[in-house]
């Protein structure tokens, strides 16, 4: 079992940066962030895996960066150039196992979840 408690989320606005961090009772192989607004389907951010392999969705677009120190089991999300429409609840997940990278963004690999940090941007 793995227990996630996120941190860090908050109000900025548009153009801004947050940096999100979630401690990890124990080591994963593969972590990562999802985000969710009411009525959507949560989607997957950003995940990183051992060796430091990472993974970005497409709307990223080089504006977030995921990291990880092994050594204090947290993740990390640095968020710049946010935009008002990425107000959303922020997810820290971790897999049970590692994950190909066609994986690392499908919510359904992750067997572990934080209870969520709010981001949100205002214009």
């Known amino acids: 079992q793995v227990q996630l408690v996120e941190s860090g989320g908050g109000s900025v606005q548009a153009g801004g940066s947050l940096r999100l961090s979630c401690a990890a009772s124990?080591?994963?192989?593969?972590m990562g962030w999802f985000r969710q607004a009411p009525g959507k389907e949560r989607e997957g951010v950003a995940a990183i895996c051992s060796a430091g392999r990472t993974r970005y969705a497409d709307f990223v677009e080089g504006r977030f960066t995921i990291s990880k120190d092994n050594a204090k089991n947290t993740l990390y999300l640095q968020m710049n150039s946010l935009k008002p429409e990425e107000t959303d609840m922020y997810y820290c997940?971790?897999?049970?196992?590692?994950?190909?990278?066609?994986?690392?963004?499908?919510?359904?690999?992750?067997?572990?979840w934080g209870q969520g940090t709010q981001v949100t941007v205002s214009s």
């Open positions: 124990v080591y994963a192989e593969c």
């Open positions: 997940a971790a897999a049970r196992d590692l994950l190909t990278n066609s994986m690392r963004l499908e919510r359904s690999q992750y067997a572990y």
